[in-house]
């Protein structure tokens, strides 16, 4: 009977062979752990190719493999820029772009400012010297330099035929402006509102653009000065510098002018030639 006893005993003892498989799947996880944590420092172009032999293998379009976002060299991280990033990165280079523009601009402004004033002066002197105070006149705005010229300094009372004493006039002003040959150069006539119907002229309109015209035509004689710069306009009596009331009023509306508009205009101090009749 206690032989039996014992021999149950030693049948009911528990079986620890299970051991053996739980201490191999531990081996298998953590040698799995150790691959993961080395992959999470390989180089970025063996990384790729693993990550395209695992999408062959499996047959699949992409996975966490195939992100940047997960690779690192060494102890550096490589990570894509954010759009945002991209985004800000553009608007630096255009603010340093249109900072670069400006700054061009404002010495093109400076220097054209610089020519401008010197063309003036030498126009002014040439008026005093020649006793012309009272015929011609300069002016110096934000969007041009004009040359104003009463029309009995060129012109005889309804005629659109220069003078032959104002020629030079015309040719030193011709001079005057080869130097800078850029500029668009419009010359316009005026006139008063007094009314004109003549063979040759039948409206102000006619004699304003002709005088105009005639007056281009010496300035081109200058065989140094480009055509395509310059154009004639005839205003008539509608764009008055006084009241045409009286008779010193009507003689400063009669005229010819001759302005060289600025290629660099400061749009906030803009000065326009008034428009409006006066009188």
Known sequence: MSNKRRHEVHEEHMDESWLIPYADIL??????????YSMSSVDAKKFEELSQAFSLALNSGSGVLDSPAAVRTGDSEELPKDHSTMEE???DKDKD?????????????????????????????YIKKNGLTTELATKLNQSQLMITISDNALFASGSS??????????????????????????????TDNQAISTSEFKSNWDLSSSRAIRFMDILLENKSIKPARFSAIGYGEYRPVDSNSSDVGRSKNRRVEVSIIRKYVDQENMQQIPATPKG
């Open 89 to 91: 990165d553009g608007k």
């Open 161 to 190: 035929s220069v003078k032959p004493e104002s020629r030079e006039l015309a040719a030193f002003i011709g001079t005057m402006l080869q130097q800078y040959p850029d500029y668009e150069i419009i010359v316009s006539g005026h």
């Open 97 to 125: 772009k249109e900072k670069d523009t400006q700054t061009l601009r404002a010495e093109l402004m400076k220097k054209e400012q610089a020519d401008l004033e010197k063309l003036k002066k030498q126009l002014d002197q």
């Open 27 to 36: 081996t298998l996880l953590l040698a799995l752990f150790i691959v993961l």
